[in-house]
């Protein structure tokens, strides 16, 4: 079983910085694509941002320019460095993961318990 822990998430001001972290751990052969999705009251769940192995990213269009992803492969983390932050970006963050148990199993997919990131005007 594969935990991927969160943190980073609190209370920040309108323009200010948050950067969150996830980490998985447990049975491991390689983790593949790691993403940030939110999920604020009343709306879907969206993806924030994904990163690849090889560093290949996409963004949503809403955080583009101001939240950058990166990931430690060694250490199977991923960041999420958020700067000007809005009100709208007010949200539950959730770390995603796509892994594999051994090589040659099928992938798998993991969610974090989530962060509560606030934004305040």
């Known amino acids: 079983q594969v935990q991927l822990v969160e943190s980073g998430g609190g209370l920040v001001q309108a323009g200010g910085s948050l950067r969150l972290s996830c980490a998985a751990s447990g049975t491991i052969y390689r983790v593949n694509a790691m993403g940030w999705y939110r999920q604020a009251p009343g709306k879907q769940r969206e993806l924030v941002a994904r990163i690849t192995r090889s560093i290949d990213t996409n963004y949503a269009d809403s955080v583009k320019g101001r939240f950058t992803i990166s990931r430690d492969n060694a250490k199977n983390t991923v960041y999420l460095q958020m700067n000007s932050l809005k009100p709208e970006d007010t949200a539950v963050y959730y770390c995603?993961?796509?892994?594999?148990?051994?090589?040659?199993?099928?992938?798998?997919?993991?969610w974090g318990q989530g962060t509560l990131v606030t934004v305040s005007s």
């Open positions: 995603n993961a796509d892994y594999y148990i051994v090589y040659g199993s099928r992938p798998k997919d993991a």
